[in-house]
C-alpha cells in the first residue's frame, strides 16, 4: 500500500541545507499498521510529512496503492489516498469552524453529495453524539478534538491515514481510548496506518511493524512479536525497549 | 421563588444563548455574538463609544428630523447671530443654522468613513493574505509598493492625490482609501504568516484545498478581529485626514455640510464668532475619540486568544 525507497528529505537551501532522512526504504502492506519509532530529530516526522506531500523537498521514490507521487504536484487521486490524523488537537482544527463544518470541508473541495448526513454518520464513527456538530472547538476537550481529527481524515474514505503521534498531547486515560478508536477503525474500514511515534508502549499495542529511526536513517526493522519478546539485534533498539519498561 | 415556574420570553432568548447542548448553526453563531456582545458592554468605555458611535448613524439616518432649519438656507438678515433658542449653535456667516449643518454633516462624515472603510478592508486584507500566503516574489513586490505607500505621512499623500484628481467627496475617499491600506495589509500579513503553516491550514491543503478557499476559510476568520479593530482605530485618522482635506478645500465643496470644511470657513470669523469653529471642531473630536474607544473595546473582545 505505501512503498517507500531511497528516501531522501532536505531542509533549506545553499550551505544551510540539511540532509534529514538518508536513503530510507520501506514497504506497508494492506490492512497493516507501521510504526516508526526514534527520538526527536530523528527524521521520522520528516518522512511521514513527505509522503503527506506537506514537504515538497525530497528525492526517491514513493508509491501509494501502486501508483508513485511527484514531490511537487499532487493529484486529486493521490490526495483521495492519504490523509493525516496531527499531533496537536488544539491547533488541528481551525478555532473558528464549528466541529460540523470542519469535518464537512473535505466533502465540500471534492465536491461529495449530502455532506450534511456524511458528517453525522462521521461523528457516530469516532463516538460523538451528533450535537456536536455545532460545538466550537474551544467548546470540546482534547480526546474529543482528536475525534473530530479523526473523523476528518475518514471523510473522503482513504485508504492510507498518516498518523503523527496522535495521542501524545492527551491524557493517559484518553490515549487508550483514542488509539482503540483507531483499532476499531482500522479493522472496520479495513485502513492502513503509518504511525510515527516516540511512545513504545503506543508502538506495542498499535503495530504491526516497527522501524527504527536514527539520524535520519531506518537502523532495524522488526515485528511487535520480536520488540516484545526483546528479539532485537541493534544496541540503540535495545535502550529504547528498556527505556519504555522502566517508564511504562 | 414561586414564579421561577413559567420562564419568560426573555429568560427562554437567554437560555437559548447560553445552553451548552447547542443543536443548529444558527445557535452557535447566535451564542458567539452574544457573548462578544456581553464582553463588550463589560466595558464602560467601549460602551460610551459604542453609543457616540450609534448617535452619529441616528444622527445622520434622521438629519432631516433632527436638524431644526434647512441647513442650505441663506438669510443674511440672520448671520453670525450668537447660541440662542431659536439657533441652538448660532449661525454662521451667510445665515445658515449651525445646528442643521452640523446634523446634515455626519452624513457626509459617516458617508466618507463607512466608503473608506468598504474599499479598504477588502483590499488590504487581499494584498496582505496573498502576499503572506504566497510568499517569494510575490510577497516581495506586493510588500515594496506597501511600503512605498507607507513612508508618505498620509495627510501629505491624500493631498497629493486630491490635488491631482480635483476637489471633491467621491475623490476625497479614493484619496484616502490609498493612503490607508498599507497598514491593513501589513497586519493581515503578518496574521497570515502566523497561521500560514499552521496543521489546519496544512490539513486543509492535503484535502486539495486551493488558495483562495485558504484565504478565504481559514486564513480570512483569523484575520478579521484585528482588521476591524485597525479599521475602527483608522477611522478616527479617516474622519480627521478629511476634516483636515475639506478644512483645505480639497474635501467637500461648498454648500455641502462637512464639519472639516464648517470649521475652515468660520476661521475669519474666530474672535467674534468661536461657535462657527467650536462646535464642528468638538462634533470632530468627539466622533473620532469615539471610534478609539470602541476600537479598544472591541480588540478585548474579538482578540483570538479569547476563544
Redesign the interface.
Known sequence: MIDVENLNVFYGRGAQRFHAVRGVSFRVARGETYGLVGESGSGKSSVLNAI???HTDWTGSVRLDGTSVDPMR?T?VD?RK???V?Q?PY????????V?STIA??LE??GLPDPGATVERLLAQVCLPP?FR???P??ISGGQRQRV?IA?ALA?DSPILLLDEPTSALDVSVQAEVLNLLQDLRSERGLTYLMVTHDMGVVGHMCDRIGVMRDGQIIEELTREALIAGRVAHPYTKELRETALLVG | MTDMAVPSRRHRLHAWLVDEEVTSGRQARAQQWYRGFRSLTSSPVAVLGLLIVAALILAALFAPWLATHDPYRQDLTLTLLRPSAEHWMGTDELGRDVWSRLVYGARTTLYITILVTVIVGPIGFLIGAVAGYAGGWVDVILMRVTDILLAFPSLVLALAFSASLGPGIGNAVLAIALTIWPPVARLARAETLTVRNSDYVAAARLQGASMGRIIRRHILPICLPSIIVRLTLNMASVILTAAGLGFLGLGAQPPIAEWGAMAASGREYLIDAWWLTTFPGLAILTVSMAFNLLGDGLRDVLDPRNG
Not at chain 1, 491547533?91 to 464549528?98: D, L, V
Open positions: 503527506a506531500g506537506r499532487r486529486t490526495r492519504i490523509q493525516i496531527f496537536d491547533g488541528a482544527i481551525h478555532p473558528r469552524h464549528t460540523g470541508e473535505p473541495i471534492h450535537r455545532w460545538r466550537y474551544h467548546q481529527s476528518r473522503l
